[in-house]
């Protein structure tokens, strides 16, 4: 699976757009974009998902380069509890074996502020 | 649907003593994964069942962990001898089984948080 590169941190105030980027140059022409969060002390949440085209589900909007090489996680009005770290996750179709091969990285905490 | 649940949610431990957690995945998922999760870092694979079978073992599951499914629903973690080292959030994951129609989405437990004295 590509590697992805997020920066560490994000701050965001309440209420306005919050744009996480995510870089994967060497992502391969079947692999997807996945993005999930962690909020302090719980499991990984799935958000969404991409291959090519931008995408759009309750939680957030996923904006992927027409040269895929980079990607944007758009949560349209922070709040609060949006405060977490987010991973951003390059990997391959749908199947069990893709799923192990995740390399989760860091990800990116963003803090969203009052 | 109550998700994935993971018992204990804390566990302390005294260094060489043995630890057990369990994972209850969702109902209709046949595919459950252990991962670890140390502080700071992104979740690390452990290992991956398909109904009772254990298909894949990480390197990081050393002889002192093991892990089964012996009915294809819940599944258990044990931990021999800890040690310090070994002090982490275990997170379990569970997914749907095949690819059509599926996100592909991995569906975790709150974990189990583990701390060796």
């Known amino acids: 699976d590509a590697k992805t590169t997020q920066p560490p941190s994000m701050d965001c105030a309440e209420g306005r757009a919050a744009n996480l980027p995510c870089n994967h140059s060497?992502?391969?022409?079947?692999?997807?974009v996945y993005w999930y969060r962690q909020i302090h002390s719980q499991g990984p949440q799935y958000i969404i998902h991409?291959?090519?085209?931008?995408e759009t589900n309750e939680m957030a909007s996923l904006i992927i380069t027409e040269d895929r090489k980079s990607s944007t996680l758009i949560l349209p009005h922070a709040t609060l509890r949006d405060t977490a770290v987010y991973y951003c996750?390059?990997?391959?179709?749908?199947?069990?074996?893709?799923?192990?091969?995740?390399?989760w990285g860091l990800g990116t905490s963003l803090a969203v502020n009052p | 649907d109550t998700g994935v649940s993971q018992d204990p949610r804390h566990k302390i431990t005294k260094r060489g003593q043995n630890v057990t957690f369990r994972c209850d995945p969702i109902s209709e998922h046949n595919r459950l994964y252990w991962y670890r999760q140390t502080l700071g870092q992104g979740p690390e694979f452990l290992t991956y069942?398909?109904?009772?079978?254990?298909?894949?073992k990480s390197r990081l599951l050393s002889d002192r962990f093991s892990a089964e499914r012996p009915k294809g629903s819940f599944s258990t973690l044990e931990i021999q001898r800890t040690e310090q080292g070994d002090s982490a959030m275990y997170l379990c994951?569970?997914?749907?089984?095949?690819?059509?129609?599926?996100?592909?989405?991995?569906?975790f437990g709150e974990g189990s948080r583990l701390t060796v004295l």
């Open positions: 996750i390059v990997r391959g179709p749908f199947n069990a074996g893709n799923n192990r091969k995740l390399i």
């Open positions: 069942f398909q109904n009772e079978a254990q298909l894949e």
């Open positions: 994951a569970s997914s749907l089984p095949g690819a059509i129609m599926n996100t592909g989405e991995l569906f």
């Open positions: 060497t992502i391969s022409g079947n692999e997807y």
């Open positions: 991409g291959l090519k085209n931008n």
